[in-house]
Structures are given as structure tokens and as C-alpha cells.
């Protein structure tokens, strides 16, 4: 199958391809980075939730420094 076989058009079908290609895969970030994902994904759809203010609130930098997930990172 190719892009033209889709049924779309072929710019959109192309661009769709191209975002999921540079979208890191979730078993590559680990669980913190998903984590962040999922949260800035949620706060982007809905900047008023919790997950925004979250987001807003440096939540992404906690994760990223949470001790316990570094040391399992690190052996």
C-alpha cells in the first residue's frame, strides 16, 4: 500500500505520515516522558482541566526530575 492508495488526499494522507513518523514511539520514551505526553496532549485539547493547569505549572520538569525514575534509568 501507498499514500495514493489511501482514501484521502494525497497532501493530507502524506502530511499524516510524516507526523506520525516523527512522533517518538511511546516504548521508546519511557514511562515518565509518556507520562508528559499524554498530560500536555490533554492540556493542549483542554487548557482549562487539571492537565493544564498541571502543564502550566512546570509538571513536565517534575517528572523529568522525579529521583526514582533516574535511578531506574541509570541501574
Known amino acids: ?27 521508546l520514551l519511557g514511562p515518565g516522558e509518556e507520562f508528559i505526553r499524554c498530560f500536555e496532549g490533554q492540556a493542549q485539547r483542554r487548557p482549562d482541566s487539571r492537565a493544564g493547569a498541571f502543564v502550566a505549572g512546570g509538571f513536565a520538569d517534575r517528572v523529568r526530575g522525579n529521583v526514582l525514575d533516574n535511578v531506574l534509568d541509570n541501574g
Open 1 to 27: 500500500m501507498t499514500v495514493d492508495d489511501l482514501p484521502v488526499p494525497a497532501s493530507a494522507a502524506a502530511r499524516a505520515v510524516a507526523e506520525v513518523a516523527a512522533t517518538p514511539s511511546p516504548a
